[in-house]
T-cell receptor
Framework: GQSLEQPSEVTAVEGAIVQINCTYQ??????LSWYQQHDGGAPTFLSY????GLEETGRFSSFLSRSDSYGYLLLQELQMKDSASYFC???????????FGKGTRLSVIA | DVKVTQSSRYLVKRTGEKVFLECVQD?????MFWYRQDPGLGLRLIYF???????EKGDIPEGYSVSREKKERFSLILESASTNQTSMYLC????????????FGPGTRLTVT
């Protein structure tokens, strides 16, 4: 089976940096994805890590350590619009459906 | 841009009714998925399909069935709706070999009374 752990809530100040952690236990592992979901909206794909290390996309970065079964999403220069839920998800092959974590609700405050 | 549409944003049905939720994607994706999302439980996979006429059970298939007669369309069927199926239902699609990157529809908020 597969299970993922991520914090349920995080609060951070506008302009700051926040890190959302995700640990996983899987019977097989192919990669770690991150999705963003605003209230009332659809989840949208943010990033994917198959190899160890940091992937950067603008203000967002995602990190993976396969040996530690751990990853994180890093959001820099936080903006109010970043207030949303963030989900990590794993798959154990290129075609196996994702298993999602329960999500982290990020609140950005002024 | 990939577009995934769902037939209704809000739906209210009575217990015992048969309910059809429709999902259409316009990017020729092979894979399609149905999830339900409940507070504190995240997204849970109900059924998925890798191709026309194909279907696979996800983690919580009980009480649901699916149909995929055309590549672009994936339907979720609640044979006899129950109150515990009140939820947000999300459809997604993706390319073969890129299961990590899915495109979601806006969701259908189903209430069963």
């Amino acid at each position: 089976g597969q299970s993922l752990e991520q914090p349920s809530e995080v609060t951070a100040v506008e302009g700051a940096i926040v890190q959302i952690n995700c640990t996983y236990q899987t019977s097989g592992f192919y990669g770690l994805s991150w999705y963003q979901q605003h209230d009332g909206g659809a989840p949208t794909f943010l990033s994917y890590n198959a190899l160890d290390g940091l992937e950067e996309t603008g203000r967002f970065s995602s990190f993976l350590s396969r040996s530690d079964s751990y990853g994180y999403l890093l959001l820099q220069e936080l903006q109010m619009k970043d207030s949303a839920s963030y989900f990590c998800a794993v798959t154990n092959s290129g075609n196996t459906p994702l298993v999602f974590g329960k999500g982290t609700r990020l609140s950005v405050i002024a | 841009d990939v577009k995934v549409t769902q037939s209704s944003r809000y739906l209210v049905k009575r217990t015992g009714e048969k309910v059809f939720l429709e999902c259409v994607q316009d990017m020729d994706h092979e894979n399609m998925f149905w999830y339900r999302q409940d507070p504190g439980l995240g997204l849970r996979l109900i059924y998925f399909s890798y191709d026309v006429k194909m279907k696979e059970k996800g983690d919580i298939p009980e009480g649901y069935s699916v149909s995929r007669e055309k590549k672009e369309r994936f339907s979720l069927i609640l044979e006899s709706a129950s109150t515990n199926q009140t939820s947000m239902y999300l459809c997604a699609s993706g390319l073969t070999g890129r299961a990590y990157e899915q495109y979601f529809g806006p969701g259908t908020r189903l209430t069963v009374t």
